[in-house]
């Protein structure tokens, strides 16, 4: 089955820098990555997803860039503000006959004022 | 739309007592989803259905666990017996599938703990 393997586990940065999640998969017909943030005590909420027929998506400060041939995808947060604090968790599935997710182990971001 | 709606929120238990967590999906979505969260082995599949229909329940971890969805609006996990190490976060999700493009949608989570 798939594997998602994501670095780093923990990550902080100073407010107003970028922050960098990087996430490989072993899964070659996976073709669905979304990502999550998920805030203390909260649930698991979309951000950001992107499609294997694309190479890079932005919304805002957050972009998500997919190489299928080194099979990794990554997250970047520009502009960091206080309440981008949260663990993230990248994913990946098969767009179709499978739709099951499987997630990396999460990243912790923590943004310094 | 109301969202994924789980109950309860929180419960503590006996071991040894059975715990049922209950989910009832967003409206018209036809996949369902339970996962449990720890610290040590993060977000994990436990089984999921398409069309009330258990797809892969692979993630169950044994036969202590067992999960129903009768209708489209409703799906169920139990415990029994409960221990100690089944203290997480069950979150229910759900999803309109491929339509959708696999977006799955988490419930609030149900805290449990066993003592």
């Known amino acids: 089955g798939e594997n998602v393997e994501q670095h780093p586990s923990t990550l902080s940065v100073q407010e107003g820098d970028s922050a960098v999640i990087k996430c490989t998969y072993s899964?070659?017909?996976?073709?669905?990555f979304p990502w999550y943030k998920q805030e203390l005590g909260k649930r698991p909420q979309l951000i950001i997803d992107?499609?294997?027929?694309?190479g890079e998506k932005k919304d805002q400060r957050i972009a998500v860039t997919l190489n299928k041939t080194a099979k990794h995808f990554s997250l970047h947060i520009t502009e960091t503000q206080p309440e981008d604090s949260a663990v993230y968790f990248c994913a990946a599935s098969m767009n179709f006959g499978n739709e099951k997710l499987t997630f990396g182990t999460g990243t912790r971001l923590t943004i310094i004022p | 739309d109301a969202g994924v709606i789980q109950s309860p929120r929180h419960e503590v238990t006996e071991m040894g007592q059975e715990v049922t967590l209950r989910c009832k999906p967003i409206s018209g979505h036809n996949s369902l989803f339970w996962y449990r969260q720890t610290m040590m082995r993060g977000l994990e599949l436990l089984i999921y259905f398409n069309n009330n229909v258990p797809i892969d329940d692979s993630g169950m971890p044994e036969d202590r666990f067992s999960a129903k969805m009768p209708n489209a609006s409703f799906s169920t996990l139990k415990i029994q017996p409960s221990e100690p190490r089944d203290s997480a976060v069950y979150f229910c999700?759900?999803?309109?599938?491929?339509?959708?493009?696999?977006?799955?949608?988490f419930g609030e989570g149900s805290w449990l703990t066993v003592v």
């Open positions: 999700a759900s999803s309109s599938g491929r339509l959708s493009g696999n977006t799955i949608y």
């Open positions: 899964d070659s017909a996976s073709n669905y």
């Open positions: 992107i499609r294997s027929n694309v």
